[in-house]
């Protein structure tokens, strides 16, 4: 099987970031994944406006000291009234979200086993 490189998302919710919790524990203990199997980060994108609850963030800064990288993903409001996203164009923490990945994707070793 060839070598995979993961990036986990999750809502930026209790259930969000307590399900990307326990997916980061598994990759951790390499319970049931290929040894081939490299997760680059996760993705916490907002869930509302609104800030979110302490749980979420308290369980984001957790996961920041297990995955290799945590990025955050702001609530974009002009997506949910656009036909197309690309008419809204590309928010900047989307635009460092897919820098930070091009980059760490051409520079992260493959791992073989």
Known sequence: MPPAQVVLICRLSAYGTWAA???????????????????????AVAA?????????????????????????????????????????GTPPDVETLRHALAQKIHTTPKVTR
């Open 21 to 43: 919790t326990g997916a980061i524990e598994q990759w951790r203990r390499r319970a049931g994944m290929a040894g081939t199997t490299s997760v680059l980060g996760v993705v």
């Open 48 to 88: 509302s406006p609104r800030r979110p609850p302490r749980i979420a963030t308290e369980r984001l800064q957790l996961l920041g000291g297990w995955a290799p990288q945590v990025w955050r993903v702001g609530w974009i409001d002009a997506l949910l009234a656009a036909d197309d996203p690309r008419d809204v």
